[in-house]
């Protein structure tokens, strides 16, 4: 299956730097990509949709200003963490459209653990 | 707007016994529906889906779920339990192509042996 490549797998900062993650999709081209956001034992809440080429669009409640999202190519896709403090600690999952047809899969990275200390 | 519900916060099976876990959906158009499987600190895997055709679905692990449409229902079931389906299990719509997946909020799956 296709395969979704999210780096780092974990990072530790201190509070106030930034933190970037990256999400890549390796064997297909996905011109929307999706970021989440789980905190432990909770489900996955969509942060944002990621348009290559276009600005982000943001759910509501989330700050666009914090959460930079960056999808200049059709593999690749970016968060940074702006200004990162311990409240941003949580497990960011990147998830990449595939359309070949029909609805389209969604495939999902491995996820990156941020903990902001 | 679409939404997803998981009534049971934890699922607690004995080794060998069938299980089930519950969803339910709101969608405005024909959903799309999926459950994945989540292991401590680890990515989603994907289980199976459902898009059209056959109200039961079969997919990874042994595991199949039936789409009810008329109770909005999409459970996950398998006729028998492992330990190692122990895990975190999400229910996720989509109402249309092209959108992000709405997760429900997770169900904690306890086989034991």
């Known amino acids: 299956g296709a395969v979704v490549s999210q780096h780092p797998s974990r990072v530790i900062c201190k509070s106030g730097t930034s933190v970037k993650i990256e999400c890549r999709s390796l064997d297909f081209q996905a011109t929307t990509m999706f970021w989440y956001r789980q905190f432990p034992k909770q489900s996955l809440m969509l942060m944002a949709t990621?348009?290559?080429?276009?600005?982000?669009?943001?759910e509501q409640g989330v700050e666009k200003d914090k959460f930079l999202i960056n999808h200049a190519s059709l593999t690749l896709s970016t968060l940074t963490v702006t200004s990162a403090h311990p409240e941003d600690s949580s497990f960011y999952i990147c998830s990449a459209l595939r359309l070949a047809g029909g609805p389209g899969e969604l495939f999902f990275g491995e996820g990156s653990r941020l903990t902001v200390l | 707007a679409q939404s997803v519900a998981q009534p049971e916060d934890q699922v607690n099976v004995a080794e060998g016994n069938p299980l089930t876990v519950k969803c339910t959906y709101s969608?405005?158009?024909?959903?799309?529906l999926f459950w994945y499987v989540q292991y401590p600190n680890r990515g989603l895997q994907f289980l199976l889906k459902?898009?059209?055709?056959?109200?039961l679905v079969k997919g990874s692990y042994g595991f199949e779920a039936e789409f009810n449409k008329s109770q909005t229902s999409f459970h996950l079931k398998k006729p028998s339990a492992l330990v190692s389906d122990s895990a975190l299990y999400f229910c996720a719509v989509r109402d249309q192509a092209g959108t992000a997946l709405i997760f429900g909020k997770g169900t904690t799956l306890s086989v034991s042996s």
């Open positions: 990621s348009n290559e080429g276009s600005k982000a669009t943001y």
């Open positions: 969608v405005s158009g024909n959903p799309y």
């Open positions: 459902y898009i059209t055709g056959d109200n």
